[in-house]
């Protein structure tokens, strides 16, 4: 059949290679179409069917999904707007109003936000344990627990969750385990294989790993949990693009050697702040004297690319700190190629009052460091200044 022009500029002729691309293809559509109503009217209510509505799903975001699966060993993913929107998607997804939830009390701070959210206006009542005891998880269980959620590694008091020991305490297995593992990203630790049923990150983060990306991803140890919350998100809506995903995909093709080195670097900067005289304490699970250092040797296959230090001049000091750096950047993030520093106390964790930071572990006083993967010599001259600054 033939069109005039203006027909034609609409229906371009699309491409179809005869080889295999080695990149994953920036399926950039919203819109896929049919030849039959039937596929079309099945695809709606299929996870697994046909591609026709990126908010449901999307080539370059399913290989975004299978790439993360794969590497936590799930049957399934889906891939999120941001962090918080796997986050919020699971434990919504997951909970209703009269449910019970565990959490360990050193959380992110944006999922201590929704918590005490659904605790408010949702009628679920929370219960936060310290993340270290077992037997503290059994004697919060109720009938009407129906999640426990844990960090792989806590942000930012670097706290080493015991998942095998915790995920077990629940004998009956009918509480569902979730697990943060933004900090420890699959090449450290994989919590489906000490039992979690879900696990979350922040593809923003490691996954990623420079700073171009806005992304979160859920990795499911079950096709039922999987679709539960597939159902939810879809009218929930905060799936992600398929160009934040393929920069997240692109970025996970260097995360194994980011991570290696990240985390050699993150143990120079302990080793050398934990002799600083201007340092109270340091966080860092590849130290001996961490309260973790055991299960972290158990757990993770090495410390992570996150440090935490307290400074002895309190909050003033880390206000100064984190201004006097000029290698490293002062952002909210990590995960970066780049050393990023934050204040957790004014920023990530603001939402918490005294009592609450306390109750984290977190002082005034307290610095977090997100490695990068920069010389660590250099790294280390940069803190050493800004120390001198803050003193």
């Given at each position: ?30 819109q896929f179409s049919f030849d039959s109503a039937d596929r079309l009217a099945a695809a709606f209510g299929d996870p ?75 009628g679920v009542e929370v219960t936060l344990v310290s993340g270290d005891d077992p037997d503290e998880v059994r004697e ?196 970066d190629v780049k050393t990023l520093v934050l204040h957790p106390a004014s920023t990530s964790h603001g939402q918490l ?39």
């Open positions: 059949m033939s069109f005039r022009p203006e027909t034609r500029t609409v229906h371009p002729p699309l491409p179809h290679p005869g080889n295999t691309p080695l990149g994953v293809p920036i399926y950039q559509a919203g697994d069917g046909d591609f026709f509505y990126s908010r449901y799903s999307n080539p370059t975001v399913q290989a975004l999904e299978e790439a993360v699966t794969d590497l936590e060993g799930g049957v399934a993913g889906r891939a999120f707007a941001s962090g918080m929107g796997a986050i919020s998607a699971v434990l919504l997804g997951l909970v209703s109003s009269g449910d019970h939830v565990i959490a360990q009390r050193r959380l992110y701070g944006g999922t201590h936000a929704v918590l005490t959210d659904l605790a408010r206006r949702w919060a269980l109720r009938p009407t627990t129906r999640l426990l959620y844990l960090e792989t590694i806590a942000n930012p008091t670097t706290h080493v969750a015991d998942l095998p020991a915790l995920i077990s305490a629940d004998a009956s297995g009918g509480v569902v385990s979730v697990v943060d593992n933004t900090f420890a990203s699959p090449i450290l630790c994989r919590p489906i294989e000490h039992g979690a049923d879900v696990v979350v990150h922040s593809a923003t983060k490691f996954l990623g790993g420079h700073a171009d990306i806005v992304g979160g991803v859920a990795v499911f140890a079950s096709a039922e949990l999987h679709r539960r919350v597939w159902d939810y998100s879809v009218e929930q809506g905060a799936t992600t693009d398929p160009f934040a995903a393929w920069l997240t995909l692109r970025g996970m093709q260097t995360l194994a050697l980011r991570m290696e080195r990240q985390c050699a670097n993150a143990l120079v900067l302990a080793e050398r702040l934990a002799d600083h005289p201007a340092v109270a304490r340091v966080y860092y699970p590849d130290l001996p004297d961490h309260p973790d250092y055991a299960t972290a040797r158990r757990l993770l296959s090495a410390g992570g690319g996150v440090l935490a230090f307290d400074l002895a001049g309190g909050r003033e000091a880390g206000r100064a700190f984190i201004e006097a750096v000029r290698l490293a950047a002062l952002t909210p993030s990590l995960g009052d005294a009592e609450a930071l306390a109750a984290a572990g977190i002082g005034a006083g307290m610095v977090r460091i997100a490695v990068g993967i920069e010389h660590p010599e250099d790294l280390w001259g940069d803190i050493e200044q800004a120390l001198a600054t803050s003193a």
